[in-house]
């Protein structure tokens, strides 16, 4: 169980570390004032330039679609791409700088893994060329979805097409202008059809008429333009019966397929970001002083220092085993520890996050530091790709198998 | 020790209540929807007449300045007040219709306390009537000012003026357009006095020249227009000799003397906060059904609410406890008790509104409740008139003098 | 809602502290050392004189069920008793010395609510006078007694007796010499009768033919011999039927009746058992010293002193509050607060006990302090007289109870 | 970073494993039933029975000294050494039965690196062949041993003679009558001599005149007879100055090649511990029904042990990770995460058991499984070989040294 980065990698994890930390994250900053200028939802000319020159770099040095484990690609296996993930959870654009930002992560594996020729061509290629982005709406409002049983989005056969009607939100990377393509979770299945067959996923490009966005959702205030969370409405939206994923009924088949690296992403990332606040927190400690001593020394200050490191450990490790279970090629297998990452990487993460928050007062809740921002990010991990509860609960059941035939 | 509400006073209670849940509450969403309207640091005239229409209906019920438990007043003790902080933390817009809010209140009874009369004439009238308001400068970005003798904004004698020069931030209400008045602590000593009486608190038109407002903080990235809490520069500002409070020297008396009252309130409030949430994850816990359940009776939901409600009656007795002590009359003996209570009642309105957070699924997180909002302010409290540490301290220290003489 | 203590007995409360902290605390080592001499389960001449001399004195001074709320007793309130055992939580002899301890607390109060005139004379005025002893036997091993509907000792009619077959453990104080009496928890109604009238409560003295003691049960590996929890073990055991009580069916009523009281007396003296153990933590913490600094001063030991004074002071008042409500007379309304403090009192003094023992060192765990003990007797509290898990279901159940007229 | 147990030594621990569970777990509950039989300090027969059968039938397979990984030993690294630790973790003779308990491996570790070789022959000899039992004398009554400077027991040259006086207590292993020699921590260096220089470790037959048993001291009430922890005085006790290991005031660095690999044996047990302490809840959840339903299905249960699997799988990576540093061969290196584990193990552990007791309702806290006896134990962990603010002192210190040159 070798949890260690292939050496061969080593020189090109520190070129991402490097970039992240020279080049990208006081690049941060600037993206985030453009976005007040003008339209939100547009990209400004800085603001293209930015990503773009950032984008062309990393693909001049070979740090281009990093995630992708598949043949054609960098050659990384899952283990190695965690050592990366977490570089580029310490600044916001690095994802997109190296192309591997969520959702479009995801929906390019989804293209890989079960797109047909015609797929492939019209969308996988400009996303691994980091030329369109796209979105993945599953979550509905009128719905529970932590139980994706529910999802109602309405998708019927009509001659050789599919007609869509119903509302999606949280579609994230819907209110970027150049989000060019959705995977829709649909159901094409009545009541009569078992409960994991009635659901499907089809391809629908975002210029189709009848798709109005709503408004942007909101994370504690923030619309996060121009990538938004977008509540959409589909009426009466018609897309040819060949973008159909798979085929009817194969939605939860293609779910799964798509979350369990999406979801083991995430949390890499957030190891990232928890260490980026464990570090800033340590700083502060040993700048700042009151009572005429550094925060370092006082209180439980060094308390709060070596539980974070401690809980960081433990949580890198555990998401390393995890994404070396993945490895291993048996997904069924590698699920309980999917879950189990899902809910440890989020939890501790803003656990040390809200405390490097306290470290700096109120500086911490502001703008001049990435903790408030990162915090908010990191509070829709507990509930984005399946809720905490969920998570548990088929932690908790795998566990009860052990012990039982029957279901527990 | 009576800690219940003077029987006299319940139906002045009832209808504070249904004020906020009929009245009011319904009104902060389009409050805050006008906020993006034109220029964000001024009041639309829809955001004038809601307040203004609000505030006449509480005037003319008598049901204005409740918080004043001096001669004069509605004659609340602050076990008295306490209930009804608590409904008006129930919506924003509340504290505010009542003329209950922070922080005028506390600028309120500083000049009460210790203004002159001339200074009562010019500001305390205005204020009581509804007609102005107040900021407090008391943080200032360079020091840390959970340490308050670190406080540095230099105040310097000219004839028959003080000078002010330096910085100050997270001047709450300062943004608001109607904001007329700061009440400054600055230093006047140089390091030969005595530390605590290095200090002074001075009173400064926010027409001055030399006054600047830098920006707004944010606040988990919402600036909390138009109320605001601005960073905010003194260049040379002159106020005449006779703005200081009390006398050189004596900022942290006045300081001790505000923030008693203040801090109490705001956790008076914050109990009520933490009741909404509870309440709000109750109704959806019976409403949502997810894997053929209503979700209150799924995992450990049960729990949740349970140590809610716990934790909810625990704290209240215990800022009911401190309110007491309070109304006993003597400041030090209740400091200990504030100290208590500032921790706790931040600590599980917190807890509990993130947990509600959780049960509403990604909603929980938008504008869609009130949860964000109120988690994002909830969480400044704990920063807010000295950050948890600092008042841990003063229990601890006050627990350790009841086995020693020396000091802890 | 006044929560405090009765100014009347004032002086009462004081001398009952002295007699605690002067004469009794310094005897409960004495006590136990002497249980290793001889049988186990007699007592020795000098723990005998211990006992009766401090039963004495206590009497003398009309220190005397203090806990008897009824007619012809001492005349506290609920609330005011709560005053008085938290001073008897603060040693192991403390509450037999004032005829305040469980079970025959409990036990006397079933007799003064639901017993017969003969059961009175035998069993009642013995106990009030602290001649015999008493014991409660509810659980079963064979059964889920959380549930209490699972209750399945045999109690059958035949001609004028009952015959009881079954076994019993956790029978708390049975082990004692004198120990006369039980009271049984038995199911006397087959499948047809409704659930909550299966079961009966039965009066059995210690010395009927066919009663066994198997074993004591161990407490962490401590018997606490002679009190003792005892597995017992019923074969035919006749009794005549005038020992029911209130007749068939009626054991629930009854059993609510007894555990109200008998729950809250356990939470009043686990507060006091904090309130020691943050006691010995301050002491110690200022007369050890480690890496030249007394321990007080060292990491995070402020903030541990702190929150144990915040969680004592918010659980007083929760279990103040309780009494309070038992107090006004409506037993259903007092339930869901009996309930709150029965998991709130254990919890705290539990974590607070076990801070105190990290204090200390490896002393802590030992026989030197009482802590060790202290924190395993504390430990059965999370179990006896209901878990923690029901405790927060009723909690929640009446929560949700305000949202819906369906059950929750 | 392999983390990985060895292929080859596949079988030999499926057959530890075997072992543990099918023959060992068994005879406990006999072994400690014996233990009231005659005198507690003595073995009866049936006790060295238990012991030498298992011990010969481990010898037999060359299961034997597993955890010695210098040369002659069976060649397990650190690393594959968790994985048998853990399983030994299970039962309570299992380390003793593979020659693999505490405190004689460390013992032996400090024979075979620091002795001499007329010590190898008088006492690693037997100790490798399992035929004596040691002692290691470390902490003192008198002072806060946390801080190791403080150690104080006198020793002092008197010609070809040391003479030592003073107090040890928690001698684990010192009441085992085949216990024949203890090292010692003593001080033989004045206030002139630098701290770190001022102790010496030296050898002492337990036989020497002037050593005096005073008392076991007991856990949670428990003497842990035979074994025991106990407190001894030196009145006057004469060793050759040949028994000094490696020479005067080198105590310190002996202390540290000791106490590493047994910090860590002690951290991979305890996850043997939560792993049982899971496996029996999970059983009972399934077996045992209230309102119903299995208990597995109720309230938070589902949380409890998802939490429980999270924590363990995390903590175990923790440990491997610490092996593996040691296993690197830098012990300054490796010193972070050992005591990173040191923390977190016993945490983990503790808190899993003590939920696995609440699961079993009042038969957890009984004798009738092994949970309670297992919590004491843990227990000890927090405190023994530095308590846990030590730990995460030098956790949080190596933290800041990553920003600091200065001393933190």
Redesign the interface.
């Known amino acids: ?4 980065l292939n050496e061969s990698f080593a020189p090109m994890l520190a070129e991402v570390r490097r970039m992240v930390q020279d080049e990208i994250a006081s690049l941060d900053a600037e993206y985030f004032a453009e976005v007040d200028i003008g339209d939100r939802w547009s990209l400004t000319p800085r603001q293209s330039e930015i990503l773009e020159s950032l984008k062309s770099r990393a693909r001049e040095k070979g740090l281009w679609n990093l995630w992708y484990t598949g043949a054609g690609g960098p050659g990384l296996s899952t283990v190695d791409y965690a050592y990366f993930a977490e570089e580029m959870g310490q600044a916001h654009l690095a994802p997109e700088t190296f192309n591997c930002n969520a959702p479009d992560t995801g929906n390019m594996e989804v293209f890989h893994k079960y797109g047909s020729e015609a797929m492939k061509t019209a969308w996988l290629t400009p996303l691994m060329a980091g030329e369109i982005r796209s979105a993945y709406l599953m ?1 509905e ?1 009128d719905v ?4 994706a049983t ?1 999802i109602a989005l309405s998708c019927t056969r009509d001659g050789g097409d599919y007609v869509l009607n119903g509302e999606k ?2 579609a994230t990377g819907a209110g970027d202008p150049r989000c060019a393509v959705y995977i829709v979770m649909v159901r094409t299945g009545g009541d009569d059809v078992p409960k994991h067959q009635r659901h499907s996923m089809i391809v629908v490009p975002t210029d189709a008429p009848g798709i109005e966005k709503l408004r942007a ?6 619309d996060e333009a121009p990538h938004g969370h977008m509540h959409i409405r589909f009426t009466d939206v018609r897309v040819p019966a060949e973008n159909m994923l798979l085929g009817e009924g194969r939605g939860f088949e293609i779910a799964q397929g798509r979350l369990g690296p999406g979801r083991i992403h995430h949390c890499m990332r957030a190891i990232g970001m928890a260490e980026r606040a ?2 800033l927190m ?2 502060r ?2 700048q ?4 005429g001593k550094p ?2 020394q ?6 709060y ?3 974070a ?2 809980q960081i ?3 890198r ?2 998401c390393l ?1 995890a994404a070396w279970m993945m490895d291993q090629g048996d997904a069924r297998a590698a699920a309980p ?1 999917i879950s ?1 990452i899902k ?2 990487a989020p939890r501790i993460a803003l656990e040390i996050t809200d405390q490097a ?2 470290m700096f ?7 001049d530091t990435p903790l ?2 990162q ?2 990010h990191l ?2 991990l ?3 790709d399946g ?3 969920v ?3 088929q ?6 198998r ?3 035939n029957a279901p ?1």
Chains 1, 2, 3, 4 share one sequence.
């Open positions: 169980m070798d949890l260690g979550t409002p529970a979805s932590s139980d529910n939100w949280w959702m909101e994370v504690y205030g923030d464990l570090r340590c700083e400690s040993l700042r002083e009151a009572f925060l370092a006082l209180g439980g200050n060094f308390d220092i070596a539980d490191r401690m450990e433990q949580a490790l555990l085993k520890w189990q809910v440890e928050v306290q007062g109120a500086m911490g809740i502001s703008q408030a921002r915090w908010a509070r829709t507990r509930l984005a809720p905490d509860a998570h548990r609960r932690v908790a059941r795998a566990e009860l052990k012990y039982t527990a």
